[in-house]
C-alpha cells in the first residue's frame, strides 16, 4: 500500500497570513497519463470531508482561488495564500493512484 | 447539485450486522463509481472500497473482505454498504462519496456520513 505522510500535524496561523502543509508519499503519484493522483480534502468541525484540490494542483468547484496545490511525484503542497477563520479543520491529502486508496494522517489547522 | 443522502445512526451488538443506506440525486446514479470511507471518532479517513453502480462491480480492500458487501440497488439510485461480524473497532462514521466525472482515483462530493456505535 502507498504510505501517505503529512506535515506539520498541528498549524496554528494568524488570520491573513499564509499557511502551507505538506504531504509526502512512499512511492510516485505520477500516472502514466501526466497526472498526478493526489487529492486535498478539508474536514470542518462536525461536517464530512470536502473536496479542495484534485490531481494535485486543480481546485474543485466553488474552492477560493486561496487555496492552491503544487507538486509532483512524491512531494506535495498544499498552500493557503491567506487565511481565514472558515479555513479550520483537518485537511488530508490522498493518493487515487492505485487501490486502496490512502490517507494522510491530517493536519489540524487552527486560528492563533 | 449533487445530494447523497445516508441513512441515519445505528447502534450495534458485538458480531451483528449493520447496513448503511446512500441514496444519490441530481445525477445519473449509474455513470459514477461510488466509494465508502470511515473514519473512527477522533482518528483519520480509511477507504474501504468502491461499487460501480452500473455493473455492480466491486472493489474491497483486504483489511475489509470477507466482512464487507457493496450493493445497489439503480431503480432508487442508492448504494449500500453491509458489514457483518461488528467489533468495537467497527465504531465510526460511514461516509460514502461519489467518484468525480471523467477520471479514477478522485472521491468528492460525501455524504453527510453515518454513525455505527458498536457496543454491548
Known amino acids: 500500500d502507498i504510505v501517505m505522510t503529512q506535515s506539520p500535524l498541528s498549524l496554528p496561523v494568524t488570520p491573513g497570513e499564509p499557511a502551507s502543509i505538506f504531504c509526502r508519499s512512499s512511492?510516485?503519484?505520477?500516472?502514466?497519463?501526466?497526472?498526478?493522483?493526489l487529492n486535498w480534502y478539508l474536514q470542518r468541525p462536525g461536517q464530512s470531508p470536502q473536496l479542495l484540490i484534485y490531481?494535485?494542483?486543480n481546485r474543485a468547484s466553488g474552492v477560493p482561488d486561496r487555496f492552491s496545490g503544487s507538486g509532483s511525484g512524491t512531494d506535495f503542497a498544499l498552500k493557503i495564500s491567506r487565511v481565514e477563520a472558515e479555513d479550520v479543520g483537518v485537511y488530508y491529502c490522498?493518493?487515487?493512484?492505485?487501490?486502496?486508496?490512502?490517507f494522510g494522517q491530517g493536519t489540524k489547522l487552527g486560528i492563533k | 447539485q449533487v445530494q447523497l443522502v445516508q441513512s441515519g445512526a445505528e447502534v450495534k451488538k458485538p458480531g451483528a450486522s449493520v447496513k448503511v443506506s446512500c441514496k444519490a440525486s441530481?445525477?445519473?446514479?449509474?455513470?459514477?463509481?461510488m466509494h465508502w470511507v470511515r473514519q473512527a471518532p477522533g482518528q483519520g479517513l480509511e477507504w474501504m472500497g468502491w461499487?460501480?453502480?452500473?455493473?455492480?462491480?466491486?472493489y474491497y480492500t483486504q483489511k475489509f473482505q470477507g466482512r464487507v458487501t457493496m450493493t445497489r440497488d439503480t431503480s432508487i439510485s442508492t448504494a449500500y454498504m453491509d458489514l457483518r461480524g461488528l467489533t468495537s473497532d467497527d465504531t465510526a462514521v460511514y461516509y460514502c462519496?461519489?467518484?468525480?466525472?471523467?477520471?479514477?482515483?478522485?472521491?468528492?462530493?460525501w455524504g453527510q456520513g453515518t454513525l455505527v456505535t458498536v457496543s454491548s
Open positions: 462519496a461519489r467518484e468525480k466525472g471523467g477520471i479514477f482515483g478522485v472521491v468528492g462530493p
Open positions: 441530481e445525477y445519473t446514479f449509474t455513470d459514477y463509481f
Open positions: 461499487i460501480n453502480p452500473n455493473s455492480g462491480v466491486t
Open positions: 512511492q510516485s503519484l505520477l500516472h502514466s497519463n501526466g497526472y498526478n493522483h
Open positions: 490531481l494535485g494542483s
Open positions: 490522498m493518493q487515487g493512484l492505485q487501490t486502496p486508496y490512502t
